[in-house]
């Protein structure tokens, strides 16, 4: 490993708000958080790399897994019961807590923006943003490795985690 890989350090780009304010409450995944809104408040120092974002229906954001605790490489996935190996999930419990989030652009107001399908925790640091390009990230032919076992209506209760409730 090189000296520049030894210790990486991101400086977040501004900060998610939404109605999350309990880990064992919030929907597990997007899909799961239909409806439940957000919004992320860019930093001033950020806020011209919005320019040209209107124009993108939905978002990936990169953020900070800032109460995950303590990293687990076998864990138990909100939609089994049985022990799974960590990168195969989506766990939050990570070496590097990075949680990715597709998510519903509503609109653009200053440095603020207001989404939609919102699984993340309130207070969570935005480290990213991507627009979703659908010509690049869909992938038409893709396996779902064991959570194709898994039945939906399982997953969504599962994953909806009390939310609305």
């Known amino acids: 490993m090189?000296?520049?890989m030894a210790s990486l350090v991101?400086?977040?780009?501004g900060v998610i708000r939404s109605e999350h304010h309990e880990p064992e409450k919030t929907p597990i995944q997007p899909v799961y958080a239909r409806g439940c809104s957000g919004r992320a408040e860019i930093l001033p120092q950020y806020a011209e790399g919005l320019k040209d974002l209107d124009g993108f229906s939905h978002l990936l954001l990169l953020y900070h897994f800032h109460r995950a605790g303590k990293p687990l490489l076998t864990v138990v996935p909100f939609t089994d019961d049985q022990p799974r190996g960590l990168f195969s999930t989506r766990s939050p419990r990570r070496p590097n807590p990075i949680g990715l989030s597709l998510v519903r652009l509503l609109r653009i107001e200053g440095a603020t923006l207001h989404l939609s399908d919102v699984d993340i925790l309130?207070?969570?640091?935005?480290l990213d943003i991507k627009p979703y390009i659908p010509r690049f990230e869909r992938v038409d032919d893709a396996s779902a490795g064991w959570t194709a076992t898994v039945d939906e209506e399982t997953a969504r209760q599962r994953g909806r985690r009390g939310y609305g409730e």
């Not at 991101?10 to 780009?13: E, M």
């Open 2 to 4: 090189t000296a520049e």
């Open 122 to 126: 309130d207070g969570t640091p935005l």
């Open 10 to 13: 991101y400086t977040p780009i």
